[in-house]
């Protein structure tokens, strides 16, 4: 009879009956392979039953091994009785007990209301609905909770509790209630809604993007066949240029759409279900002693952010009117911005600066730059180096360096920073630092006495100024003189550089009162720009536009268009009182970084 009422045992993944290796037996009862479950722990990073569905969030090597008597539930009436092992095939859970058929059919002629669940879900609900009897008074289970101290009482402790925080009385609430006041999951729920939501938008807009790329081709199919039969070969060599140009943009597209929002959304997806696991299977009390564990994990999943993708450089397509040697062109596309909160933008130019933090650092700063969300300050008077992370706490001397860091940038894991040394022979000297602090290596370069200088880095190359021999020198990441680059507007003043758009660096120099732009391939001016006095600190925002600030400046900015260098814009903090030297600048994402020196103060802005 036993036999007869045994689930039949066989593996969910691979469909075995017999000679299953190392069964298992799951909370829901279902036995599977232990081979199969590892290999789907390792692919979905929790165990699914292919028979109910249901998630688990266990240790597959913590999991019972299974035989047809792990599947056995007996009647408790017939146990009582003394009789043999009689499956039960129902619980109810007012009673408490299993029953086989034949006591159910009595247990429902005195206790038709009673609620009851199959054999399937009592084993999943067991741990769940295991009774926990109170310390204090063994004899009772904890039957509610205080959801303002969150402590457990059986019915002896409402009797003689003490009063809850600030000597009020207790708030009671049973254990179900409780679990629900504690552990809220409708804002993951929320994130995970939102997330699926952007997920489809951009999916939408990549359909979009190669709908819009299809016609273009086809208006350049349409313009080629129109041409003569000499310009055909242009007319290939352009739609080469143009699909090259859309394929990278459209990569980064589909790279953003799985990489970033899809990966998050399987994230909060596994997550959630984890979480609805716990509290499926988990003890009331494991649930209310471990809440603020589980708080903390849904806290920290509905705050995620997905970084912005900023799309520029790429492609459009315009026809010429006229009749040429070709009859179109590749002309550059709006920019994008696709982002979580405001899903596809196009960027605007900069109005004013919002202040978002000041943060006081070691030393006066000379120089800043971020590296995957950490901001590395340079200091003066041998301070060495403080790192600010995304929640503005500070590192103080986090890489320790002896003499004054002029300048600093970052690239493949490392910390790149131009150190002046002012002893008995005063020389410049590029130090490579791990994320750790530890020094990796160092060169020296060549330059004149003047203290404030900068460095950049271009297509992995590291660039720094060579006043004294009015020039740029190129170096590898680890060292080597790639190649020297003619710069005669250097002057031997102070100087800052920052990378700009397509092997090209802006120099800022404050003794010519000058920021010029330079094609560091064919060595070429591109334009200079005279509008700002003095400048000194300088950077590249979405690759659009040139920030520029000055001499004893009050946060005010000066706006560039990196193309022409022609001046956009000014905005600046009115704030701000007190006049400062800024020999630096950054842009990370929308937050523009302003090292103010006299203050030893970094200010974080919000690009509005």
């Known amino acids: ?280 299977r988990n003890n009331q009390v494991d649930l209310v002693e471990g809440f603020a564990e589980i708080e903390n994990k849904i806290q920290r999943l509905i705050s995620v952010e997905i970084p912005k993708l900023e799309l520029c450089d790429f492609m459009s397509l315009k026809v010429k009117e006229e009749r040429r040697e070709i009859e179109a062109e590749l002309v550059p596309a709006a920019d994008m911005i696709i982002s979580l909160d405001q899903g596809v933008t196009t960027p605007t130019l900069p109005k004013s600066l919002k202040l978002l933090q000041s943060v006081d650092v070691s030393d006066e700063c000379l120089s800043v730059c971020t590296y995957e969300g950490n901001s590395y300050v340079g200091l003066d008077s041998g301070a060495g180096i403080d790192r600010i992370d995304e929640s503005f706490s500070v590192s103080k001397s986090f890489v320790s360096v002896t003499k004054n860091v002029n300048g600093v940038a970052a690239c493949t894991n490392q910390l790149y920073a131009l150190v002046y040394v002012s002893d008995r022979n005063p020389r410049w000297v590029v130090n490579v630092y791990d994320l750790t602090g530890k020094q990796v290596t160092s060169w020296s370069h060549h330059d004149s006495g003047v203290r404030i200088n900068k460095l950049a880095i271009v297509d992995d190359q590291v660039v720094v100024p060579d006043r004294h021999s009015k020039r740029l020198t190129i170096y590898s990441l680890t060292g080597e003189v790639i190649k020297h680059v003619s710069c005669p507007l250097l002057s031997n003043s102070n100087t800052a550089i920052c990378a700009a758009d397509r092997h090209c660096v802006v120099v800022s120099d404050y003794g010519s009162s000058q920021v010029f732009k330079l094609d560091l391939t064919t060595e070429k001016v591109i334009w200079t720009c005279k509008d700002v006095s003095q400048p000194q600190g300088v950077t590249c925002y979405r690759s659009k536009y040139i920030l520029v600030t000055n001499y004893s400046s009050k946060t005010t900015i000066w706006i560039l268009d990196v193309k022409t260098g022609t001046q ?35 200010l974080f802005y919000q690009l509005n």
């Open 1 to 280: 009879m036993a036999e007869a009422a045994v689930e039949k045992v066989e593996c969910g993944f691979c469909l075995l009956e017999e000679g299953l290796e190392n069964p298992k037996c799951l909370p829901c009862g279902h036995v599977h392979c232990l081979l199969c479950l590892t290999r789907n722990v390792d692919v979905n990073d929790m165990i699914r039953c292919p028979w109910c569905r249901e998630v688990f969030d266990v240790r597959v090597e913590n999991l019972p091994s299974a035989d047809v008597e792990d599947n056995f539930v007996s009647c408790d009436v017939c146990t009582k009785k003394g009789l043999k092992k009689v499956p039960a095939v129902i619980y109810c859970t007012v009673c408490r007990k299993l029953f086989c058929r034949k006591h159910d059919e009595s247990h429902d002629d005195t206790n038709d209301d009673h609620q009851k669940m199959t054999i399937s879900d009592y084993r999943i609900q067991a741990k769940r609905l295991e009774r926990r009897v109170c310390p204090k008074h063994t004899a009772y289970p904890y039957i509610q909770g205080c959801k303002v101290c969150v402590q457990l009482f059986c019915m002896q402790c409402t009797s003689c509790t003490n009063l809850c925080v600030g000597d009020s009385p207790h708030h009671m609430v049973n254990l179900d209630d409780l679990i629900k006041e504690l552990i809220n999951i409708d804002d993951l729920l929320t994130t995970e809604d939102k997330m699926s939501a952007f997920f489809k938008h951009l999916s939408k807009t990549v359909s979009d993007f190669d709908n819009e790329t299809e016609e273009l081709l086809n208006i350049l199919h349409t313009q080629r066949d129109e041409q003569l039969t000499e310009v055909r070969l242009k007319y290939e060599k352009l739609e080469e240029e143009f699909l090259a140009s859309r394929k990278k943009t459209k990569d980064a597209l589909d790279a953003y759409m799985e990489r970033e929002v899809g990966t998050v959304l399987s994230q909060l997806s596994n997550s959630r279900m984890k979480i609805e696991a716990q509290l499926k």
């Open 568 to 602: 956009l814009a000014k905005i600046e903090d009115p704030t701000v009182r007190i006049d400062s030297n800024v020999f630096d600048l950054h842009v990370y994402r929308d937050t523009l970084i302003v090292p103010r020196y006299n203050e030893k103060k970094v």
